[in-house]
Structure formats: structure tokens, C-alpha cells
């Protein structure tokens, strides 16, 4: 076993230890109340992509996980908060799907959109005139 399949096998059992999602309007309140006092209101965190470098990808998936850099990656996404909790992670994705892309297919971020979390919570948005409107 290498340090690497140790490091992992780690991770998998304190993943809901540091992987917390607000699931209640106190919560969620807690990690909007500081984005809605820097004028972002609505905002519940921050994402971000990460390409891994994958040194030893088999032959036939190269061009699958070819970044941009032109060597193979597998792409991690992450969704953390203002104290740098993180709310949410994806599982590795091509490398050569951009941030874009991989937004596109996390289960977190198609959930906010399509209105199937913190539908029962209110909070404020801004609007495309930079209006605060309340949302619910």
C-alpha cells in the first residue's frame, strides 16, 4: 500500500467531518450573514477547480485527461465558505473539462439552481440592476 492509498483511504472516513453543507435556515444564515455585509448577498460560498497532475494515466485515456498544460490532470471541484469550511467537493473529473464544464455536472451547484436546496429558506439576491430582491 502505498502513502498515497493510505492518504485516501484517510480521507474517505473524515469526509462528513469536514465536508458540512448548511441543511438548516440557521446555518445558512450563519454563512450568508457575512457575504450579505460585503454586498453579496445570496451568497452562500466560494468555488473553485484544482487539476491534479496524473503521472502514471494509461495510454488510452491521455487525451480524455490532457490539460491545458498538456499533461494529463484529473480536476477536483470545491465549494468553501468565508472561515474557509469547505460546504462541497466533486469527484475527479476529466482534465480536460474546463471550470465551466465541471460546474455544469456538480450535483451542489445544479441543486442551488434548480431550486432544490434552501427552497423552504428566504434570503436576498441582487438582481441584473444590482437591486436587492427577496428571494424564497
Not at 482534465?95 to 445544479?110: L, M
Request: glycine fraction near 6%; charge should be neutral.
Amino acid at each position: 500500500c502505498t502513502f498515497f492509498h493510505a492518504f485516501c483511504a484517510k480521507m474517505v472516513t473524515l469526509y462528513d467531518e469536514f465536508v458540512v453543507t448548511p441543511r438548516t435556515g440557521e446555518e445558512i444564515i450563519r454563512v450568508t450573514s457575512v457575504y450579505n455585509m460585503i454586498g453579496l448577498p445570496g451568497c452562500i460560498g466560494s468555488i473553485d477547480c484544482v487539476h491534479v497532475p496524473w503521472e502514471n494515466c494509461p495510454s488510452m485515456w491521455r487525451s480524455l485527461y490532457q490539460g491545458k498544460e498538456g499533461k494529463p490532470t484529473v480536476a477536483y471541484e470545491l465549494v468553501a465558505d468565508h472561515r474557509r469550511r469547505i460546504l462541497a467537493t466533486t469527484p475527479g473529473h476529466l482534465g480536460s473539462w474546463n471550470d465551466k464544464t465541471i460546474c455544469r455536472y456538480d450535483a451542489f451547484v445544479q441543486n442551488l439552481k434548480q431550486n432544490r436546496m434552501y427552497n423552504n429558506e428566504v434570503f436576498n439576491l441582487l438582481d441584473v440592476n444590482d437591486n436587492i430582491v427577496q428571494h424564497s
